[in-house]
């Protein structure tokens, strides 16, 4: 048994609590709603789907087409497909890692949507291997100990590329950049 803090990627106002105090819920699953500004909350908590929600992964998700492709391209940058906690199989982060491809612009054909290899395969052969995560407007993306180190070392966390979650500036981030 565990109680965490969970830190927000997004900025926002908490719309709507689903995990009550006290109840356990699933890793992976929300525990609450965001909406972006104060006038979205009633919208959001009514069941709206705002922009910065924090919403449970996809139970069914449509296939991904598999066009051969007959050399290799640059591929588009794609958009996402899944959000919050990716569901795939180990054998699929594998390939997933082999081949560059980013499992967040993947469509599930497993059980309950989970990415199996062969969708993994299949959306390397269609070109779809990337996504470029762009945080909201003003926010810096980069962990809280990543801020800390690089204020008082007198860095900009800016100019320095992350390497984490969503190319979030980390701790190591910072002092790779330091040298």
Request: charged share 20%; hydrophobic share 45%.
């Amino acid at each position: 048994k565990a109680d965490m803090d969970v830190e927000a990627f997004e900025e926002g106002y908490i719309a709507k609590i689903i995990t009550d105090e006290g109840e356990t819920a699933a890793v992976g699953s929300a525990v609450a709603l965001l909406a972006e500004t104060e006038d979205q909350i009633a919208a959001v908590a009514a069941g709206g789907a705002p922009a910065a929600a924090a919403a449970a992964p996809e139970a069914a998700a449509a296939p991904v087409a598999a066009a051969p492709s007959p050399a290799p391209a640059p591929a588009p940058a794609a958009a996402p497909v899944n959000s919050g906690r990716i569901v795939a199989s180990g054998y699929a982060k594998k390939t997933a890692e082999a081949t560059g491809v980013d499992l967040r612009v993947v469509a599930g054909t497993g059980p309950n949507g989970r990415i199996v290899s062969e969708d993994v395969k299949a959306a390397a052969a269609s070109g779809l291997s990337s996504y470029t995560h762009v945080p909201a407007a003003g926010v810096i993306a980069a962990t809280p100990m990543a801020k800390q180190l690089a204020k008082s070392k007198g860095i900009d966390v800016t100019t320095i590329k992350g390497t984490g979650n969503f190319g979030r500036v980390t701790e190591d981030d910072v002092l790779i950049h330091l040298g």
